[in-house]
């Protein structure tokens, strides 16, 4: 019996997962980015695909003698990222950077599920904030399946040979000396990585199978010598 469940337990943790593009039928990129602080100019830039090829990029700075702020974005291929940093000592920064995707797609029975990513980081001292965040939607023809903001793992099950629109939108901001706060320092930032999920053979079990007839051999040769 006590084989019959290892071999059992064996089977079920034989399947992993493995990464791979989305094939999409329809993509549009959004990348903004926007930065002011005081005594200086304000940044600005946006840029979109289509009509720019992917990846796209979007940066902006306002620099002046006492305040900082600068913020970027970028948007490609299974990826978008923004970030944002503010640095005042004697007046307000603030910084924007945003990512967007929209795209459809159809999966296939080989590519059961949709993974998506987000992982933001941040710092702030003294009168400084920063935050990442991501929204997702996620719908099928009329219906709207998902639509929240989400943070580490999104994992969805998906119907082959559906077509998926999929949204997301990634902001990270940024401030600083707020009136009255005093100086501060603050950045943030976000990366989302979106997916397919593709069941494959474990690495253990592929390395448990080549060593199978390695130990069987040694195991014949050993009973042959006795």
């Given at each position: 019996?006590s084989k019959?469940v ?5 089977a079920a ?8 593009a989305?094939?999409f039928l329809?993509?549009?990129f959004d990348?903004t980015?926007?930065a002011?602080?005081d005594?200086a ?6 840029q ?8 796209i990029s979007a940066s902006a700075d306002s ?9 970027g974005?970028?948007g490609?291929p299974?990826?978008l ?7 005042a000592?004697?007046?307000i920064?603030?910084?924007v950077?945003?990512?967007h995707f929209a795209?459809?797609?159809?999966m296939?029975a080989?590519?059961?599920s949709?993974h998506?990513t987000?992982?933001p ?7 400084g904030?920063?935050?990442?965040s991501l929204?997702l ?9 998902f639509a929240d ?13 559906t ?5 997301l939108?990634l ?6 000396g707020?009136p009255?706060a005093?100086p ?7 990366l989302t990585t ?6 494959l053979?474990?690495p253990?079990l592929l390395l448990?199978?080549g060593?199978?007839p390695?130990?069987?051999?040694r195991k014949r040769?050993a009973?042959r010598?006795?």
């Open positions: 019996m019959r290892l071999l059992a337990c064996l943790l034989a399947l992993c997962t493995e990464a791979r989305i094939t329809s993509t549009q990348v980015a926007i002011t602080a005594g100019a304000p940044g600005f830039d946006s979109a695909s289509p009509p720019s090829a992917t990846p620099v002046g003698a006492a305040n900082l702020a600068t913020a974005a970028i490609g299974g990826l990222t923004a970030s944002a940093d503010a640095s000592a004697g007046g920064a603030s910084s950077g945003t990512a795209g459809t797609f159809t296939s080989a590519e059961p949709l998506v987000f992982d980081t941040s710092f702030a001292s003294g009168a904030i920063g935050s990442s929204f939607s996620l719908s099928m023809g009329a219906t709207t399946l903001f989400i943070t580490g793992l999104f994992e969805y099950n998906l119907l082959p040979g077509t998926y629109l999929l949204d939108t902001s990270s901001e940024a401030s600083a707020f009255g005093g501060g320092d603050a950045s943030a930032f976000g979106f997916t397919s999920a593709v069941p053979p474990a253990w448990l199978t060593l199978g390695l130990i069987v051999a040769a009973a010598a006795a």
